[in-house]
């Protein structure tokens, strides 16, 4: 067949037509809106559709029904070519500053919905695609609209308040704060006594949501879809054809003619292998318009639905099916249903085909197993040949791929309705409750004799558990005829674990995990099903306790109820001074419309080029040979750049060890950048890089754990050591030892924003600017001036905002810019490079794996004595901030506790996996962690509750730390009474209780956790800071420091205190942009400092201009700012000062292990209640109550956020983060598709962060207490809450007390803590596997090829 192209793809964006004459059919909608378009406002946060950053509205217009649909979808996997006849709505068409702001964009701004912004425009996205839908949704629809969007920031708990301002549900916080609730007075709210406030934002102020005002769909694409008749479409791009026919015939003949050819729909199967397996597909036909594919027809036996029709269809249909059949005819429809509710997120459903899900045979399809248990049937077709087949064909040999031949197509799927004595269900258990791929799902049925409990059919298909969807065949033909008893549920157990786990290798991933579901899932089977024959026939069936009712209910997401309480400002404030007050981000509205710039978004420079990084693919090993011969004959490629071509310095040494910018002759991990690759496009760079060709030899050895540096001796200097009072003595007197060991896993710093990079030469004196995505523009100046070998005076490094960091842009982004500048210096051109998501979590490292061994000792009456402790930590292949960390660690391990006699020692372990760096909390989390685990233990060994071993061994009164500094612990006593008080945990406990006696196989726990949290930089240059502010003659005033605005609010903050001191209103100050050239030498933005650091240097300087103006405002007191600037220009007074703060004076003697490494003390205290499923190791967050003390908030919406976000944040690392490594060293989570960050459905259902009040704060500006890392460590909460929930299910069934579990506390790792009869059948299985080794950096067991092919 001739393939010749057919005329422009035609479609609309945000009302404008675009007419493409050049469509690629490699070319997703992303890219094309943001360099073709130059709409910018969508990102790209992982190119793979896990993170919404890309969300676009679609909407069509079907000429038969006359209808409109809109439905959001991820631009990153949406191919143009698809698009024709579409109308695209964007970020910048729901509303701009320019034009007008929509209300969803207003309301996400206005109630601090955003931070770094990145995730933003995706949010407004998701939320007003639901809008058009639906104009008052519910809050249901609403939590399921944003499932597809993840938010690293915020902890998503102001998104959902704006969203909730749409729902119909009333807006009430539904909890009573000191007995009053937020409805409770309509006007500004605040307690008389203690002058608290709940209002973080007023709803007065938004404008109504009005549909009418919406975008029209254009009436062009409608009368196109009237009256032209569909005819083929063909594109050719450069190395791929797109072909779209209109008829079933025209498709068997294409798919006759190219059966290699895939059918792409939805393209969320295609597209991600073709992005990270470097699949390539010459030609690929596009099926979705052909009418058989879409149709939908109630049978009198089910439902046939076309393989087109996308998965969000198919779950309205069947939604709608279940309301007007009785309920026997549905069984099939609800079990389908429940698995559509939790498959991906509303994006992916959006796009995704039923036929895509069932032929693209991944293990881990969640509709397959289901589909294939309910004897769904397939309507196959290829030329001149129709047959219908059983959908447990295509798994019957075990792999997934007969059945269907490689010509044939798909046409339509048939789903039956259910019979009499029928009962059908589906389970998945998942990392993350929504938007996750199983990690084992089933679906099963069972078909009895007429009016008994016989077996007459059962049908049993698991997926995920190993590499297809599989039937356990043998068992069920094995169980047909027996009773649905006791007996016959073990003798399924016993056969399906046989069955199934013989079909798998015993390698693997969570081997143990997945067999325990395997049976936990028939199990759970089991009982619905005999719940449901009591229904029916109450008198032969006894149905199940009372007790085991609970576990037959999922875990679902409700839209969150919070409160926060905050001091309100003193009444005498000026109503113009905005220090205190809820202030919104100053970029807010710019994030929410899309307007806001990062470094992707900057326009592109003329001649600009892009670079690709070529990584290592050893961990350790020599460099034998690069051979770049075919990628630079790739098209566009421009030149390759090696160590080589760096002028002057390669390695940085900031200690032994070096830091490097390209790997000369060895590599020392899997990600060290060896050389890149600068060429025309992304595109072609990314292409030619996989073209060079990297000869290694391996070097031993190889270490990847902190076992392997332990054993090899290999260490970064110098170890530390702190020790206090008598240890070994202390222990020759307590009454009680333990001993003991956590390991907690590293954490990806997953901001929104990949590292950036655009270096543009000036072209004269070796100038260069760099605009870099970092939190410390001095250090890439340095390091580019040194790599360059020119003055930093010649290096301009800018910085607008960065869309996250969390510490994972202080030197990594150094080097990256450096590659990027050496770059740009060899080719004289600007050279962007911008890293995928992939590449970026796997070169740049991010919060250390750690190991603590302890051994403790105390008395009966829970006392802590004595505790010698150590520390590991992995470091990685260069030093970084490794010691440091190491050294805080140690510093911070206290937590809020005295204990009298203590030694700890840190050793930061030299390994090959990417360096580790810096991260939120840097070392505490980890540190604080290991100490509240031995507390826990104490608690468990003298059978004292623990939280009276905290209490007992809290800092009471103005003590000492263990190195010496003295501290008033008054407000870690008043933060820990408040949040037993307001978190009723007393009360609370005991309903936890209750309900743990009435549930058997659900169980609830509790914890309340305190926390001092120091804060300091350890030495005073490290907190100097300086600010330059100017006033114009027209009186505006431009404010710069050198703090850096990465979603943290500090830009807020600083007109605010500018504000404050020069008495002018914020709307007069503009704060442009972070850069070398204003304020040199700026430190960097870290470590909970930037406004406490910055904020007095802004002070500085504003006090300087004021006490400049004094006279001429003295001289016209009744003036106004801009008479007294006009005179003031006139009188020839300057009106630009410079503003400096010289830093804290901090100190720390390591010899002598004393010092004053600190300067403030933050305190805090949170109690998290959570909710266990025993069988599947799921669990839901119920609540969570923190108090912080955090002295005089500047502004107690951001400090809030910054509270709730790094919770959440916690979370993340001590619950679900987990990052592993194959057996090479090579990290297999490099996206958000294996690697789980929370999402909204992680965060606690009531969540309520209280403000100490009254608290004072000498130190630092106006009071207050800097405060971005302290609130991370409190998600251990909800460590310690799963762990007591775990207790109570082990002391139930009398299981040992103490068992030992580590971070991140996952559902695997619940449900092994949950021991009973079936993870016993794993001890017991031969072929079971030993459990996942709890190591410090998680191995599998399989290379990453294998991993690779197991991904979907
Ligand atoms: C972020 C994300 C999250 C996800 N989460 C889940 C999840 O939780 N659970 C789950 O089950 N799945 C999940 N998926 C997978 C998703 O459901 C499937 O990728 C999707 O259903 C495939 O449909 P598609 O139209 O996008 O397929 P495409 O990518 O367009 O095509 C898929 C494959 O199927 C073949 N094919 C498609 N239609 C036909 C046909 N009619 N006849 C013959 N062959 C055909 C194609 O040739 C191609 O090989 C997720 C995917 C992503 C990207
Ligand atoms: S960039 Fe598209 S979903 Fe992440
Ligand atoms: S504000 Fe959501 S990712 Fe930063």
């Known amino acids: 067949m001739a393939l010749q192209g057919h005329g422009p793809l035609i479609f609309y964006v945000n009302g404008r037509k675009i007419v493409e004459k050049n469509a690629d059919p490699e070319q997703m909608l992303l890219s094309y809106l943001r360099k073709r378009l130059r709409l910018t406002g969508t990102k790209y946060g992982c190119g793979e559709g896990g993170c919404g950053a890309c969300t676009v509205m679609i909407s069509t217009y079907e000429p038969t029904l006359k209808k409109i649909r809109h439905y959001s979808a991820n631009a990153c996997l949406l191919p143009i070519c698809s698009l024709y006849g579409v109308a695209v709505t964007t970020v910048e068409g729901v509303g701009s500053t320019k034009t007008r702001i929509h209300p969803v964009q207003e309301r996400l701004a206005k109630c601090h919905g955003s931070q770094c912004g990145f995730c933003t425009p995706g949010m407004v996205m998701s939320i007003y695609t639901l809008l058009r839908n639906h104009t008052e949704p519910s809050s249901e629809q609403m939590v399921a609209a944003l499932a597809g969007n993840l938010c690293r920031c915020t902890g998503y708990r102001p998104i959902l308040d704006a969203c909730k301002t749409f729902c119909k549900e ?79 015939d025209e498709l068997l003949d294409l798919k006759a003619a190219h059966p290699k050819a895939p059918l792409v729909i939805g393209n969320t199967s295609v597209g991600p292998e073709m992005k990270s397996k470097g699949v390539f597909h010459p030609i690929v036909i596009a099926p979705a318009r052909i009418p058989d594919l879409n149709v939908v027809k109630n049978t009198d036996d089910g439902l046939t639905l076309g393989a087109a029709c996308s998965l969000s269809l198919v779950k309205d249909i069947l939604a709608n099916v279940i309301s007007e059949f009785p309920e026997e005819k549905t069984k099939v429809f609800c079990a389908v249903l429940h698995q559509l509710r939790t498959l991906g997120g509303e994006q992916i459903r959006n796009v995704a ?37 059983p959908l447990s064909d295509i798994f019957a040999d075990g792999v997934g791929n007969n059945a269907v031949a490689p010509e044939e197509i798909l046409v339509s799927v048939h789903i039956p309705h259910s019979r009499k004595g029928e009962h059908v269900s589906a389970f998945r258990q998942a990392p993350r409750r929504e938007n996750a791929l199983s990690i084992t799902n089933a679906g099963m049925r069972v078909l009895f004799e007429e009016d008994t409990d016989i077996i007459k059919d059962l049908s049993i298909f698991y997926g995920g558990a190993v590499s297809t969807t599989v039937c356990a065949k043998q068992t069920c033909q094995a ?35 997945k067999k325990t579901l395997i049976v936990s899932f028939f199990y759970r089977f089991f009982l619905e099903v005999l719940q449901s024959l009591k229904t029916m026939d109450p008198g032969h069936c006894s149905g199940i306790p009372m007790e085991y009712r609970s576990v037959l209910q999922d875990f679902k997401t409700k839209m969150p109820q919070s409160i926060q309480i905050f001091q309100d400002i003193e009444p005498s404030q000026s109503p113009q001074d905005p220090v205190g007050r809820p202030i919104m981000h100053q970029s807010g509205i710019k994030h929410a419309t899309g307007e806001a710039v990062y470094i992707d978004d900057l326009p592109s420079v003329d001649g600009e080029l892009f670079l690709a990084v070529v990584t290592s693919s050893r961990a350790h090993a020599k460099i034998v040979s690069i051979d770049t011969s075919e990628a630079l004959k790739g098209p566009g490629v421009f030149d390759i750049i090696t160590a080589y071509d760096v002028p002057a310095t390669n390695e940085f040494y900031y200690s032994d060890d070096p830091e490097i910018i390209f790997a000369r002759n060895k590599v020392i991990c899997v990600g060290q950048i060896v050389c890149a690759v600068v060429a025309d496009s992304n595109v072609h760079a990314k292409q030619a890089a996989a073209e060079v060709k990297i000869e290694y030899e391996v070097l031993k050895p190889v270490i990847l754990t902190i076992e392997e540096a332990i054993k090899h001796n290999s260490f970064y200097e110098p170890k530390r050591k702190l020790e206090q009072g008598n240890v070994d003595q202390a222990f020759e007197t307590v009454e009680n030892i333990i001993e003991g060991e956590i390991s907690i896993g590293g954490q990806e710093h997953f901001y929104l924003e990949t590292q950036s990079v655009l270096a543009v030469p000036r072209g004269e004196d070796k100038e260069m600017d760099v605009y870099v995505s970092t939190q410390h523009p001095a250090i890439i100046q340095e390091m580019v001036a040194a790599s360059l070998g020119v003055p930093s005076n010649r290096i301009m490094c800018h910085v607008k905002r960065v869309g996250g960091a969390f510490g994972g842009k202080l030197l990594k982004a150094g080097l990256l810019a450096s590659v990027a500048a050496v770059a740009a210096n060899k080719t004289s051109r600007a050279v962007r490079l911008i890293l995928s998501r992939e590449d970026d979590m796997l070169i740049t490292g991010g919060r250390h794996p750690f190991i603590g061994k302890y051994k403790v000792g105390f008395m009966n009456d829970g006392r802590i004595r004595a505790v010698d402790a150590k520390y590991y930590i992995n470091g990685g292949c260069t030093p970084d901030e490794s010691v440091l960390v190491g050294e805080v660690s140690l510093l911070k391990m206290d937590n809020a506790y005295k204990i009298p006699n203590l030694r700890c020692c840190a050793y930061a372990c030299k390994t090959n996996l990417p360096s580790n760096t810096a991260f939120r909390g840097f070392g505490f989390p980890q540190s604080a962690l290991v100490t509240e685990t031995w507390i826990t233990e104490v608690a468990d060994k003298t059978g004292l509750p623990p939280e009276k071993i905290r209490e007992i061994n809290m800092y009471k009164e103005n003590e000492q730390t263990h190195f010496k500094q003295k501290l008033d612990p008054q407000n870690l006593i008043r933060c820990w009474n408040e949040c037993m008080e307001k978190s009723a945990y007393y009360t609370r406990k005991t309903a936890v209780n209750e309900f743990n006696k009435q549930n058997y196989w659900k169980k609830r726990g509790i ?43 500090i830009h807020t903050k600083m007109i605010q205190v500018a504000s404050r001191e020069l008495n002018i209103p914020m709307s007069r100050i503009h704060f442009c942009e972070t850069s070398t050239t204003t304020v040199p030498n700026a430190c960097a933005s870290v470590g ?102 955090i002295g005089c908030s500047i502004n107690p919406a951001v400090d809030i ?83 007591d929930a775990i207790t109570g299910v082990r002391n139930e069934r009398g299981l040992k007390k103490t068992f030992a579990l580590n971070s991140p506390l996952t559902a695997e790792q619940i449900r092994a803590g949950c021991a009973d009869e079936f993870t016993e059948m794993m001890t017991n299985d031969a072929s079971a596997s030993s459990t996942p080794r709890a190591v410090s950096v998680r191995v599998t067991n399989q290379s990453a090829q294998d991993l690779n092919g197991m991904k979907n």
């Not at 409190?1274 to 460590?1279: D, K, M, P, Y």
């Open 353 to 389: 085909s039923l036929g895509g899900n069932i032929m693209s045979r991944k293990s881990t399809s969640d509709l397959n197993p289901v589909l294939a248990a309910s004897n769904c049937m397939l309507n196959l077709a290829s030329r001149g040949r129709k047959r219908q087949i």
């Open 1201 to 1283: 956020g910054q509270i709730e976000g790094a919770f959440v944040q916690g979370i993340g690392l001590y619950t679900m983060e987990e990052l592993k490594y194959t057996p090479d060293g090579t990290l297999y989570t490099r996206g958000p598709d294996q690697y789980k960050i929370p999402a909204v459905c992680d965060i606690p259902e009531q969540f309520s962060v209280s403000l100490l009040s009254s608290s004072q704060n000498p130190y630092a500006i106006y009071a207050s207490k800097g405060l971005g890392e302290a609130g991370f460590f409190l998600g251990c909460s909800v460590f310690f809450a799963l762990r």
């Open 1007 to 1049: 914890a309340i956790v305190p926390m001092k949290f120091p804060f300091g930089l350890g030495t005073r240059y490290l907190s100097q800071a300086a600010a330059l502010v100017h006033i114009y003659t027209d009186g505006s005033v431009l404010l710069t420091h050198g703090g850096i605005e990465m979603g943290q609010g």
């Open 1088 to 1189: 909970s400092a930037g406004t406490d650091v910055n904020g007095m240097a802004v002070k500085d300087a504003c006090q300087t201009l004021l006490k400049r103006l004094q006279p001429i405002i003295s001289k016209n007191p009744k003036g106004t700012w801009n008479d007294w600037i006009k005179e003031a220009f006139e009188q020839s007074v300057s009106l630009s000062a410079t503003g400096y703060f010289r830093g804290y004076n901090e100190n720390m003697d390591w010899e002598k292990g004393e010092g004053q490494p600190f300067t403030y003390f933050l305190y805090g205290a949170a109690c998290s209640e959570v909710e266990i499923n025993c069988l599947t190791g799921d669990h839901k967050n119920l609540r969570t109550d923190v108090v912080m003390d």
């Open 170 to 248: 009333s807006v009430c916080c539904q909890r009573k704060a000191n007995g009053k609730c937020c409805l409770d007075k309509e006007d500004y709210l605040f307690d008389e006594e203690e002058k608290v406030s709940i209002r973080l934002f007023s709803t007065d102020e938004f404008q109504p949501l009005d549909p009418t005002q919406e975008l029209i769909f254009p009436p062009e694409l409608m009368r196109m879809a009237e009256n032209q008749p569909k005819r083929t479409l063909i594109f050719h791009g450069e190395r791929m054809t797109w072909i779209s026919p209109v008829s079933l």
């Open 479 to 513: 169980l047909i005829r027996r009773h649905w008893n006791e007996q016959m549920l073990d003798e399924a157990c016993r056969l399906v674990l046989k069955e199934i786990a013989l079909l798998g290798s015993a390698s693997g991933e969570k081997v143990d995990y």
